[in-house]
């Protein structure tokens, strides 16, 4: 569509693991823009000599931190975006935009009538605020380690007088109907943290978080366990971009781009497995089908596949009925749980099938979840675990007439307890891989 080059950019640091050169230049391949993308990593002290420059040089820019607010005196003015949250993410012909509340509209997040709870009181955290405030909240309570930050956020919300606000500590937050994240807990590599307890998280209707890396956190997969309506921080992060392509080039109808704008935003999605390389590790009972789900798992996103039993085998060469036979139960666990710790040791994202009783040891799940792995707890009925066990000539703790009911029941809540996303696991194979990638936002 144009024919002369665009120059955009990204100020910041740190910016090494930025998304935003994939994102802006799929966007401008299937806009017909004849365009790059670069990174300015800048240190501070070095804003005030090279933004009159990059003003110069480049069609438009985007800021990150700590940059956000610290540009606003270099522009000739900011657009009222900019000027309702207090910050610049996008620059256009010298003039300051804000596009993250577009990005996060733009998930649908339920919030008329309803009592929010804003994890945060950072640059996010006021984004945030404003879109429940906007989005006709009934309350909000704005829950933050710093009370100071928490308490600017409320007054920033209460002069204009959109929806009762008030701050609150972990303590005395109480229940919500919907949970906004805008703190860093759970983000990549530090991907065991939870913002809120489980409870917390039980009792909402609706949960948002602003990480999207991983797509999926704990947060989101445990409140898409309960059924909840729940999202990630891919889709903002990709629309705010689209919104800077459309400050940028207002000549181009995104809208008519539907189609193309889907395809990248998957690819995004891959993009973000890529730079955060989860462990996808599934859990159950015997017979759950952790192997037949995990290959196809695997295949699906172009990972390697570890079979847990297949590699204590490879490692004792014999099988796991003759370990259970010659060293005993006792020696097996510490046994798998060495072999687990050193498939997940190995760098980049894979799938890992863990046995039947792997993740009811004592902490089996904090050593998964330290090696930046998730647990996908697939849950099946007894009756039909034993169908597919057959005569469980080689399930060691299923022979000599153990009570394979018992040994469901003591297992149940373990599984529950220690699962970061539970999905049904007795219809078809493929329908299951299907729940786990569209958790992730990973489907084709």
């Known amino acids: 569509m144009t024919k002369t080059l665009r120059r955009y950019g990204l100020i910041g640091n740190p910016l090494q693991h930025s998304l935003s050169p994939f994102i802006h230049e799929r966007l401008m391949e299937a806009a017909g823009i004849k365009g790059e993308y670069r990174l300015y990593e800048l240190q501070e002290n070095e804003l005030a000599a090279e933004l009159p420059r990059l003003l110069q040089k480049l069609d438009g820019f985007n800021c990150t931190i700590p940059f956000?607010?610290?540009?606003?005196?270099?522009?000739?003015?900011?657009?009222?975006?900019?000027?309702?949250?207090?910050?610049v993410n996008t620059v256009y012909q010298g003039f300051g935009h804000n596009t993250d509340g577009s990005g996060f509209r733009s998930c649908q997040v339920p919030l008329a009538g309803k009592r929010v709870c804003i994890l945060g009181a950072g640059g996010v955290a006021?984004?945030?605020?404003?879109?429940?405030?906007?989005?006709?909240?009934?309350?909000?309570?704005?829950?933050?380690?710093?009370?100071?930050q928490a308490q600017e956020v409320v007054r920033m919300v209460q002069a204009q007088r959109y929806a009762p606000i008030t701050a609150a500590d972990s303590a005395s937050?109480?229940?919500?109907?919907?949970?906004?994240?805008?703190?860093?807990?759970?983000?990549?590599?530090?991907?065991?943290?939870?913002?809120?307890p489980v409870e917390q998280i039980q009792g909402a209707e609706a949960v948002f978080d602003t990480i999207y890396n991983p797509t999926a956190t704990r947060l989101?997969?445990?409140?898409?366990?309960?059924?909840?309506?729940?999202?990630?921080?891919?889709?903002?992060?990709f629309e705010q971009a689209v919104e800077a392509q459309r400050i940028w080039n207002p000549e181009v109808d995104f809208a008519s781009l539907q189609d193309e704008l889907d395809q990248i935003r998957r690819e995004l999605?891959?993009?973000?497995?890529?730079?955060?390389?989860?462990?996808?590790?599934?859990?159950?009972?015997m017979g759950a089908g952790k192997t037949h789900v995990g290959k196809l798992l695997a295949q699906s996103l172009g990972l390697p596949f570890v079979d847990l039993d297949e590699s204590i085998?490879?490692?004792?060469?014999?099988?796991?009925?003759e370990v259970f036979a010659q060293q005993g139960e006792g020696a097996f666990r510490s046994l798998e749980r060495e072999c687990l710790q050193a498939e997940l040791s190995v760098p980049g994202p894979l799938v890992l099938a863990a046995g039947g009783g792997t993740l009811i040891q004592q902490g089996a799940a904090d050593l998964i979840h330290s090696l930046g792995g998730l647990i996908i707890y697939l849950d099946v009925p007894l009756e039909t675990a034993l169908e597919r066990c057959g005569n469980h000539g080689d399930r060691p703790l299923l022979r000599g007439g153990?009570?394979?009911?018992?040994?469901?029941?003591?297992?149940?809540?373990?599984?529950?307890?220690?699962?970061?996303?539970r999905v049904e696991s007795q219809g078809k194979e493929r329908d299951i891989v299907t729940a786990i990638l569209t958790a992730f936002e990973l489907e084709v």
């Open 68 to 87: 956000k607010q610290a540009v606003i005196p270099y522009l000739q003015g900011l657009a009222p975006s900019a000027q309702l949250y207090g910050a």
């Open 402 to 421: 153990a009570d394979a009911a018992a040994l469901y029941e003591q297992r149940l809540p373990l599984y529950q307890e220690t699962a970061d996303f």
């Open 173 to 196: 937050l109480g229940p919500c109907d919907v949970l906004l994240n805008g703190t860093p807990v759970g983000m990549w590599p530090q991907i065991a943290g939870l913002p809120v």
């Open 269 to 285: 999605a891959r993009q973000v497995l890529k730079q955060s390389p989860i462990k996808f590790v599934l859990s159950g009972f």
């Open 220 to 237: 989101v997969l445990k409140a898409r366990s309960q059924g909840l309506w729940a999202k990630g921080g891919l889709q903002m992060l």
């Open 126 to 148: 006021r984004v945030l605020a404003w879109e429940a405030a906007r989005g006709g909240a009934r309350e909000i309570i704005v829950q933050a380690r710093r009370a100071q």
């Open 313 to 321: 085998v490879q490692r004792t060469q014999i099988t796991i009925p």
